[in-house]
């Protein structure tokens, strides 16, 4: 198995809906906010390419939106899936297989393109399939109100339609989903939406965990810093507790999708509770 970092683009987000409650100036100390309120996101999705498998985690939200909805979430940077992948020796064509984290277009609009005439649209990795799970799947499809406009249809009919689209099963009663066919297990969490997909990767002797909207960025390690867009703050607050523990005793190396400037961090324990620990670069980890 190799593990690739695949950057899909930058973007903003208004700074006061990243941290809710917590006041501007405790959270601008590790997320410095522009005039406009809005904070630094990076879109780092993750390849793994395994045997003649090769699967990408979340695609970022993709290029097919209308140029007045992009002016809330101000692009910047030259990132683009097409360019990481090329650099890494791959094209989107080549990828077998998608897990989408959750199905928020941020995580997700990267998977559907518009079609040729522009009449209608098709996926964006022809030979690929989707995998999502059949709770969340449910969730999105029928959204409430607070969500709806971040599950956006033109990002999740088509993969329906496509007949492309999979659903990884959870046993039992286990807060994890196995996904084997696909080499790793993810721990289910329903504080940001209902049943999101935390990917757990064994990887050269670490255990490398994706953290989706679980953790978005250094700045939210500190338990009551909990994103407005969360439904479920309570509950994000608990589910937050309870894997920043496990990953600070044990060692893990968290996989940061939104944290513009931290690739990969640590954790320890402290007086204060868990805190950042170290930051690498995934080539100076891995490489």
């Known amino acids: 198995m190799t593990l690739y970092p695949i950057q899909a683009g930058n973007f903003k987000l208004d700074g006061g809906a990243m941290f809710g409650v917590v006041p501007k100036s405790l959270w601008t100390r590790t997320n410095p906010a522009d005039s406009n309120n809005m904070i630094d996101i ?21 290029d097919k939106q209308s140029e007045k909805f992009f002016s809330y979430y101000y692009p910047w940077g030259e990132h683009s ?24 277009f941020d995580h997700c609009g990267g998977c559907i393109q518009w079609n040729k005439e522009r009449t209608g649209y098709e996926p964006a990795f022809k030979n690929a399939r989707f995998w999502s799970n059949e709770d969340h799947w449910e969730w ?10 971040s599950f956006l249809k033109e990002n999740i009919l088509p993969m329906e339609q496509s007949g492309k689209l999979h659903f990884v099963e959870q046993e039992g ?31 050269k002797g670490k255990k490398l965990v994706f953290m989706a909207d679980l953790l978005p960025t250094v700045g939210h390690i500190p338990l009551p810093y909990v994103m407005g867009f969360d439904t479920r703050p309570l509950l994000t607050l608990a589910e937050k507790e309870k894997f920043l523990q496990t990953a600070a005793n044990e060692n893990y190396y968290l996989f940061m999708e939104h944290d513009a400037y931290n690739e990969i961090i ?12 170290q930051t690498y670069t995934f080539n100076e980890l891995f490489n």
């Open 266 to 277: 640590t954790l320890k324990n402290t007086e204060k509770g868990v805190r950042h620990d």
């Open 81 to 104: 899936i097409d360019s990481s992948l090329k650099e890494h020796g791959f094209h989107r064509d080549d990828i077998t297989d998608i897990f989408m984290t959750h199905l928020h």
């Open 140 to 149: 999105a499809t029928k959204p409430n109100a607070r969500e709806k406009a």
């Open 173 to 203: 009663n286990s807060e994890f989903c196995k996904a084997d066919h696909l080499g790793f297990e993810s721990l289910l969490v329903d504080g940001h939406t209902d049943k999101q997909m935390i990917p757990h990767i064994d990887y």
């Open 42 to 62: 990076a879109a780092r999705c993750l390849l793994i390419e395994d045997g003649d498998k090769l699967i990408l985690i979340d695609t970022g939200m993709g």
